[in-house]
Nanobody
Framework: QVQLVESGGGLVQAGGSLRLSCVAS????????VGWFRQAPGKEREFVAT????????YYADSVKGRFTISRDNAKNTANLQMNSLKPEDTAIYHC????????????????????WGQGTQVTVSS
């Protein structure tokens, strides 16, 4: 079992930045793929970004590519999502998710692949 706790959300003006963190506890984080997903009111959950457990591979949704950066520090059991040039359409609850894998370069963009989820952190971008 691994527990995930997100932090770093808040209210920011369009064009601003936020840095989300996901801290894992319960098991070693280093063998887990991590993904970030978001869900806006009335909309389905949406993939944002994912990073392999080695940290060497990342993959982004087209809507955030070039603005968001996912990273991880396995020594600190933490994954981060740096969000720059935020837009009102980025407003959502952001969740981190994790799944173990034996493949150091594997990433997953499908939420169904993940079996551990955090409670989420609210990000609100005002225009």
């Amino acid at each position: 079992q691994v527990q995930l706790v997100e932090s770093g959300g808040g209210l920011v003006q369009a064009g601003g930045s936020l840095r989300l963190s996901c801290v894992a506890s319960g098991r070693t984080f280093s063998s887990y793929v991590v993904g970030w997903f978001r869900q806006a009111p009335g909309k389905e959950r949406e993939f944002v970004a994912t990073i392999s457990y080695s940290g060497g591979n990342t993959y982004y949704a087209d809507s955030v590519k070039g603005r968001f950066t996912i990273s991880r520090d396995n020594a600190k059991n933490t994954a981060n999502l740096q969000m720059n040039s935020l837009k009102p359409e980025d407003t959502a609850i952001y969740h981190c998710a994790a799944v173990t894998t034996i493949y150091p370069s594997r990433t997953y963009y499908d939420a169904r692949e993940y079996n551990y989820w955090g409670q989420g952190t609210q990000v609100t971008v005002s225009s």
